[in-house]
């Protein structure tokens, strides 16, 4: 069989595919580890709520704690 352009681009784009799901599974799989151990379900709880604060803190660090404009001000 000869490989035209588009069938050597499906393979790619499947082989791509195959490798970003494998990763994401070795994530998890990594992150289940830490998770079933109980101190590293405490450190990822503490960043959990650590990058929330952080958050808040980007969000609302520079004083500015001005509402939005209601939507149906004009009714």
């Not at 082989?15 to 994530?27: C, E, H, N, P, T």
């Not at 405490?42 to 509402?67: D, E, H, K, S």
């Amino acid at each position: 069989m000869r490989m035209t352009f588009i069938s050597a681009l499906t393979v790619w784009l499947t082989q791509a595919v195959m490798d970003g799901f494998m990763s994401i599974k070795r994530l998890m799989n990594s992150f289940m580890a830490i998770y079933t151990n109980p101190a590293g379900h405490v450190a990822l709880l503490t960043l959990y709520y650590l990058a929330i604060l952080a958050g808040l803190i980007i969000m609302y660090g520079r004083g500015n704690f001005t509402t939005p404009k209601f939507v149906y001000q004009g009714f």
